[in-house]
C-alpha cells in the first residue's frame, strides 16, 4: 500500500514533486495497475482516479504558474 494513504482520512497526499500526477504511482503494487491516467490537482486541490477511485490531495504551495 502507498505509505502516504493514510488510514484515518483515506487519501494520497501529494506535493508539487509529485506534479505531473498520475495515477497509478510508481510505487504502486502490481496487482493494482491500470492504464496511467494524468490527474489535475492542482485547481480545486484534490482529484479522483476514474479507474480505481484512488483519492488524491494537494498538500503545500502551488508551484508558480499554477493559480
Known sequence: ???RLTAESAHIE???KDLP????QPDAP???QHPRVFLDVT???DAV???CSAH???AGE???GHH
Open 56 to 58: 488524491y490531495v494537494f
Open 62 to 64: 502551488l508551484p508558480k
Open 43 to 45: 485547481r480545486t486541490g
Open 1 to 3: 500500500m502507498n505509505d
Open 30 to 32: 502490481l496487482w493494482s
Open 14 to 16: 501529494v506535493t508539487e
Open 49 to 51: 482516479c476514474p479507474y
Open 21 to 24: 500526477l498520475h495515477c497509478p
